[in-house]
């Protein structure tokens, strides 16, 4: 995913390179925030919605053992196989162990965030299983060998021209021809004859509910149902933390999904699975996959809550300009930059840096996580744990100790305004990238502690 | 010890204190005229909402809407179409133009309709066919999901699905199209 | 009521005038304002770079030169902020817990404690509001546009108070501008670009000014303003509000 092990402020200075593409990625998805407000703005009781969510989420975590045993033994009661993998392998191992007890060398598969964590098709790939990702979005992202850039939209960083140029080579439309209602009209086509013949499909799960052992998919294209209905097996695959306690709880969530997440009232298809229809067999993977050990976190725990809606994708200004692959992650964005370091430490210790800390991404969660007091206490661990340069912790350590010291703060200051040469954010080595497209502060005559004694001295 | 035991293990051992499960009361605006919400909202989601007075009326109009033979398989007993017999594999619908089949109730909120596989005969009928026409008793309409829920109750099912307007996508540059992989349209009938 | 002014590290070494114009406007309204003269900086710079462990020689920097006064105010949402949020002094722990309670940025000490209802100040230009998002979204000085929820903005109250001053609306009302303390070199091409889009928002609207209650954000966009050789000037909500007329 990211080969060259570039850094997201790297990635992001490339992504900055076209300037039009920035502006343009920046404002289709301000765009989705936009309608994401506008449609939360039709609910009185939005922000009580999204405490409850977020009280839900929370009792959810702190019984997540009973809940599990509970929706485990409802599920299996209705005839669903439930299976457990501690680690993304043992998902990919399950996974494909149940399409090779089919003996079928294909299979489509909805979108499902948690299959991009574990690596899934390429695990299968490389079985010999041909997966076909059934989201357009996703489809196209996988003709272009490419992952996602975003949970929710996937290609957004694709221009139609460009998903014109794709589906001429990999489907055969007209060259030139990149209008989106031919071009899904196509895309339709090619996946309808996968649907038809795939024997196997693989979907997500939004919500599962301990209450009823059932599962719930959302997709607003419909690509999850059709794939789970015209085949013999149906695999879902969920992080434990996806669970909710009952079945009504999925108004609130369900409330808030699609609205937070594009801002319609509700995705097209919200699909309950309860028991697996005549004739078919349905598997429900649960996976841990660090889970278990986030829990024990009082700092980092409240990232389980996430419920994938993106949200924080859309309003973070940082992503707008950066991009999805700038964040080299299967789960980019603001999430993905507290949940990626949970996975690995040393990878991922870019992550938390590539943020303002502006707070939008914690306003706009309907979960309400607290995203960017997670990132600040990230660079704390990251710190702490050595994984940051030489150089900027000896910057660090002379500021600290210059700032410490009134004398030496006031000595450094009077010899031509220490500041302008210390302060990290201004001047940091000899490239000092805050003059590549800014003009320095001016430097003042005097400090304001001189005039200020100059004129008390004075008697004012 | 196999996964199973040892994430709940893990599980038990991490999870913090209880924390209690809120109150769920929402004092949110409800609408008046909840017929009227729910089709303004199906209609801005990409949906079509005719109020009819009578079984025939709906049998008309599907029959105006869609005057080419094509294949229309029928799962409402009052309707002039004969009801479709289903066969065991739902492959055997991939022609089909339209699919009618009763919903259980609207949702004025969001223009969703509830259904279950009882009312679909075969799950996969309103996911593979072209155009899917559902009809519901328009004193069905409950304000919110909260009241959806409350009427859905325990009961089970195999599938149940909230079902919103035609398949869409916006996949390419936030352009919206109706029509990705599901029904292109939907034409909802209210019954009085 | 025995105010201590907190002057941020680079506004004292760089913006003398904006403490200059904080303390007037303070000491205009009757108010009795001390400036603790061996205060440095409230340690932000490091912690937010992931070094909040280095910060213990300036929080007890801090509480050594602040622990007296009945409120403490400063000129920044931001470094207020920090000093709220994370203030610790392992040999003061109350005074230092003291101290976040009684920190107050600017605005928010005017309209809140002091209940400002009237400025001499005049301002004939047209102004754009920077909403700082350490002051916005972490000391809550305005409705943030992400929740669903009544409006009300403290500094805007302020500046309507103002005469001649031509408030322009914004597209995005309060969307970061991309300092973000060391992100801003770190993540320079974002950064800029960030910086970039508000000042075209500002100038699109035909600001003459752009102000806020953090200057190291004004900072920022000054840079990249003189940079564009633009005609649109930064300028503090104190500067604003000490344009005394006559």
Known sequence: MNPQNKTHSELAKKFNRDVERVNWHDKTLWFVREKRDKSAHQLAEWEQLREAASQIKNNVLSNLHNYLIEFEKNALNHGIHVHWASTAQEHNEIVHSIIKNHGVNNMVKSKSMLTEECGLNEYLHQQGINVVDTDLGERIVQLANEPPSHIVLPCIHWKKEEIGELFHQHLGTPKGNADPQFLTAAARKHLREHFLTSRVALTGVNFSVAETGEIIVCTNEGNADLGVQLADVHIACMGIEKIIPKRKHLSVFLRLLARSATGQPITTYSSHFQKPREGQEMHIVLVDNGRSERLASDDFRNALKCIRCGACFNTCPVYRRSGGHSYHTAVAGPIGSILAPGFDMAKNADLPFASTLCGSCTNVCPVKIDIHDQLYKWRQVLVKNGHTTASKKTGMNVMSLVLSLPMVYRFSGTVGRWIIRTLPFIVNNKFNPWYKQREMPKASTQSFRSWYLNQRKHGQ | ?192 | MNIGLFIPCYIDQLYPQVGIATLQVLERLGLSVTYPTNQTCCGQPMANSGFEHLTQGTSHNFVTNFSEFDYIVCPSGSCTLHIKDHLQDDGYPDKALDIRKKTFELTEFLTDVIGVKKLHAHFPHKVGLHQSCHGLRGLGLAQMSELMAPPFSKPESLLTMVTGLELIELERKDECCGFGGTFCVFEEAVSVKMGQDRIADHSNHGAEYITGVDMSCLMHLEGILRRQKSKVKVIHIAEILNSVTG
């Open chain 2, 1 to 192: 010890m196999g996964s199973r035991e040892k994430i709940l293990a893990a599980v038990k051992k991490n999870q913090p204190a209880m924390v209690e499960m809120p109150a769920l009361n929402f004092a949110g605006s409800k609408a008046v005229d909840l017929k009227q919400q729910f089709i303004k909202t199906l209609t801005g989601i990409g949906g079509t909402v005719i109020e009819v007075n009578d079984w025939k009326e709906v049998s008309d109009h599907i029959k105006s809407t869609f005057p080419e033979s094509g294949r229309i398989v029928n799962r409402v007993a009052d309707l002039d179409f004969e009801i479709s017999s289903l066969k065991s594999d739902p492959h055997d619908f991939s022609n089909v133009t339209v699919a009618i089949i009763q919903g259980e109730f609207g949702v004025a909120e969001n223009g969703a309709i509830w259904l279950t596989d009882a009312n679909m005969g075969d799950q996969a009928l309103p996911y593979i066919c072209e155009h899917l026409i559902l009809i519901i008793n328009k004193n069905s309409i409950v304000p919110t999901l909260h009241e959806a829920y409350d009427k859905i109750g325990s009961s089970t099912y195999s599938l149940g699905t909230f079902l919103a307007g035609p398949s869409k996508t916006a996949d390419i540059e936030q352009s919206l199209v109706l029509g990705a992989h599901g029904s292109k349209s939907l034409i909802v009938f209210l019954m009085p």
